[in-house]
């Protein structure tokens, strides 16, 4: 989980995601959304398979918010993830895969 700022107990869901532009094996990657609300670190397979990542341990089934079963390919432990516009900071995630369509491209969760 990547937690920007102080923690927060409670969220306003009013709060609408940001945008931010990550690096991730040196590719720049623009326009992933990072969301209060989000329960998970969820990337489309597409986006794995272009960085040439790998699922290292499987993981339990998703839904999405209109209850439909969403296809978990399973996760990837420890990927190191940086800000764009602070590249010295590099944060490290569990990242949930699914078989997604790529527009949706990866939805970061914060507390």
Avoid: W
Avoid at 12 to 39: C, E, K, R, W
Avoid at 55 to 83: A, E, H, Q, W
């Amino acid at each position: 989980m990547v937690v920007f700022g102080p923690h927060v107990e409670e969220h306003d869901s009013s709060t609408a995601p940001f945008y931010v532009t990550l690096v991730v094996h040196d590719i720049l990657l623009q326009n992933f959304m990072l969301d209060l609300g989000a329960s998970h670190n969820l990337m489309a397979l597409f986006f794995m398979e272009q960085l040439g990542l790998q699922i290292t341990r499987p993981y339990r089934s998703l839904y999405s918010f209109d209850s439909k079963r969403v296809k978990c390919l399973g996760m990837i432990k420890y990927l190191v993830v940086n800000l764009a516009q602070i590249l010295a900071k590099s944060v490290l995630m569990e990242i949930v895969v699914a078989d997604i369509p790529a527009r949706f491209g990866m939805l970061l969760s914060r507390s």
